[in-house]
């Protein structure tokens, strides 16, 4: 089992009576795949045991051989994770766009309004929005309530990107009531990729315990 550890052979694990399960990030970074892919692919097919504990999830260490052989026939399949960013600078959508191909596992279509915002999520379907808090048409705000209203099927989570000197009181009331998390400028691509993750992740899992 080392095979599944980590470069100092060691396992970030939690116990659940007698059985030892292995954290779920753990897991996704063995298959290189994104964590809330192991908890969808675990439900859908119904193979590894998903346990809680406290804010930690993890796959069950006796299904990870199991699961290792059985998800690498199904990961070539594995459909990109659609997202959809929309921001008014072109340069800030290229950037995002070359930020997630960068990291694997994603297919980004980039909005400059919130008309075009709006056309792209019932055309592209995003698993994920990526939402600039002011445009030239109106407040980001308009196009993630726009969004809450069109996921009739499943919630779509979302981010709102702001200016660090636009993280005040107002901000955060606004963030609270419509957003899933927020994204300050400037960032970097491993707190994309982290936060993304994090944000599907958690919708998955709500999901799975449902």
Not at 48 to 65: C, K, S, T, V, W
Not at 144 to 162: A, L, Q
């Amino acid at each position: 089992m080392s095979c599944f550890g980590d470069k100092s052979g060691r396992f970030d694990i939690f116990r659940s009576g007698a059985e030892i399960f292995v954290n779920v990030g753990q897991v996704a970074a063995i298959l290189g795949v994104l964590p809330h892919q192991v908890v969808e692919l675990s439900r859908s097919r119904e193979l590894a045991r998903i346990q809680r504990n406290g804010e930690e999830y993890g796959m069950a260490a006796g299904d990870l051989l199991e699961a290792r052989r059985r998800y690498s026939d199904a990961l070539p399949r594995l459909d990109p994770i659609r997202v959809l960013a929309a921001d008014p600078e072109s340069d800030m959508g290229i950037g995002l766009r070359m930020m997630l191909d960068e990291g694997g596992h994603f297919s980004t279509a980039c909005a400059e309004s919130l008309a075009e915002g709006r056309n792209l999520f019932k055309s592209f379907a995003p698993d994920v929005a990526i939402v600039n808090r002011r445009f030239p048409d109106g407040r980001g705000k308009k196009l993630v309530c726009w969004i809450r209203t069109k996921s009739t099927r499943r919630t779509v989570p979302v981010i709102m990107m702001s200016a660090v000197s636009d993280f005040e009181e107002e901000f955060e009331r606004e963030l609270s009531s419509v957003a899933d998390a927020c994204l300050s400028k400037p960032f970097g691509k491993e707190e994309l990729i982290e936060l993304v993750s994090s944000v599907l992740l958690k919708q998955s899992l709500a999901r799975y315990t449902m």
